[in-house]
């Protein structure tokens, strides 16, 4: 268990749909990043957030929004939702916000029909 | 493009088998590492390294770093098959906070 609680772990929905996905890091991590992972793309980093303030963007589409709530637990929100965006989609966290060390959660399946 | 390119993507093998697998990028990392990842599961990591030419051993994986923080290379010696896994490298280019960026991954499979 790596500390990381990733929820939910499935989802499905439709076209045009909105879903928000959340993540709660391990205790004491400030920095949580969101990927998305799938079969002919790999792990493609989204965008990372540190003590509640963003860090990195990465290949984020303009329909997906992301933030760190003061708790900081995340969550990443997709909207307007295609056939091309069903995929898993992992949170990881760590203490520091470079990198080195990430947990990662179990993810969430999302397939859009 | 993958700023990481993982070599093989695919490799299926005998138990008691030796492998290397291998991570090579044209830019400087601050520091590289190695993740294992299980169907169904997130990555989980298995080192860091950050020191050109560092080798680290964890019991029958041996990583190293290349002198000049382009590359990397994971060797397993006598696979298993509980080794069965994606194995993915990952790093930050050198220069403060960056994003964190993934290889597509080896598929390892040993057979037994």
């Known amino acids: 268990d790596s500390g990381v609680t990733q929820t939910p772990k499935h989802l499905i929905t439709a076209t045009g749909q909105r879903v928000t996905l959340r993540c709660s890091p391990r205790s004491g991590d400030l920095s949580v990043y969101w990927y998305q992972q799938s079969l002919d793309q790999g792990l493609q980093f989204l965008i990372q957030?540190?003590?509640?303030?963003?860090?990195a963007k990465g290949n984020i589409l303009e329909r997906f929004s992301a933030q760190q709530f003061p708790d900081l637990h995340s969550e990443l929100n997709l909207s307007s939702l295609e056939l091309g965006d069903s995929a898993l989609y992992f949170c990881?966290?760590?203490?520091?916000?470079?990198?080195?060390?990430?947990?990662f959660g179990s993810g969430t399946q999302l397939s859009v029909l | 493009t993958q700023l990481l390119e993982q070599s093989p993507q695919f490799l299926s093998i005998q138990e008691g088998e030796n492998l290397t697998v291998y991570c090579n990028s044209s830019?400087?990392?601050?520091?590289l590492q190695w993740y294992r990842q299980e169907p169904g599961e997130g990555p989980v990591l298995l080192v860091t390294?950050?020191?050109?030419?560092e080798v680290k051993k964890l019991k029958r994986l041996t990583f190293q770093f290349g002198d000049a923080r382009k590359d990397s290379s994971l060797h397993i010696t006598a696979a298993q098959p509980g080794d069965t896994g994606l194995y993915l490298c990952?790093?930050?280019?050198?220069?403060?906070?960056?994003?964190?960026?993934f290889g597509i991954g080896t598929k390892l499979q040993v057979i037994p």
């Open positions: 990952a790093g930050a280019l050198s220069g403060g906070y960056q994003k964190v960026t």
């Open positions: 830019s400087v990392f601050s520091s």
């Open positions: 990881a966290s760590s203490v520091v916000g470079d990198g080195e060390k990430l947990f």
């Open positions: 390294v950050v020191t050109g030419g």
């Open positions: 957030y540190y003590n509640g303030e963003e860090r």
